[in-house]
């Protein structure tokens, strides 16, 4: 009763009619070449590393190569910040170690280059002014 009020009756004798010449028209159409196949296979894994690449390594190597070049460029005089969070004056510097000045005794205190986490920018107003 529903399919008569429908008509989905003769739709669906139509489609059943119309599908049976086709169908070795669509096997033919679905043969696909080994070379698209892989590019559909590999594709993927393919997009997946290039944005790996772009969100994570090429904005790690950037900071690893500014570190670098900050640690390069240390100088007696620059006010640095450690990662222990010590803060401090650096007097001397020397192959894999740096002299620092810390507090307001200026106690010495040596650390490896590789331990200091930045320099900082700081600027005396007047000569009476100290950094410890």
Same mark, same amino acid.
């Given at each position: 009763?529903?399919?008569?009020?429908?008509?989905?009756?003769?739709?669906?004798?139509?489609?059943?009619?119309?599908?049976? #010449?086709?169908?070795?028209?669509?096997?033919?159409?679905?043969?696909?070449? #080994?070379?698209?196949?892989?590019?559909?296979?590999?594709? #993927?894994?393919?997009?997946?590393?290039?944005?790996?690449?772009?969100?994570?390594?090429?904005?790690?190597?950037? &900071?690893?190569?500014?570190?670098?070049?900050?640690?390069?460029?240390? &100088?007696?005089?620059?006010?640095?910040?450690?990662?222990?969070?010590?803060?401090? $004056?650096? $007097?001397?510097?020397?192959?894999? $170690?740096?002299?620092?000045?810390?507090?307001?005794?200026?106690?010495?205190?040596?650390?490896?280059?590789?331990?200091?986490?930045?320099?900082?920018?700081?600027?005396?107003?007047?000569?009476?002014?100290?950094?410890?």
């Amino acid at each position: 009763m529903l399919e008569s009020i429908l008509g989905l009756g003769s739709a669906v004798a139509e489609g059943a009619a119309a599908a049976a #010449p086709t169908a070795a028209a669509t096997a033919a159409a679905q043969e696909v070449s #080994p070379v698209v196949s892989l590019l559909f296979t590999f594709g #993927p894994l393919v997009l997946v590393f290039v944005i790996f690449w772009f969100m994570m390594i090429r904005p790690q190597r950037k &900071k690893d190569k500014q570190v670098k070049e900050m640690l390069n460029n240390l &100088k007696a005089g620059d006010r640095i910040c450690t990662i222990g969070g010590i803060y401090g $004056t650096i $007097t001397g510097v020397q192959d894999d $170690t740096v002299k620092l000045s810390v507090g307001r005794d200026n106690t010495a205190m040596v650390v490896a280059r590789w331990a200091i986490r930045s320099v900082e920018e700081v600027q005396i107003e007047n000569d009476a002014q100290e950094l410890n």
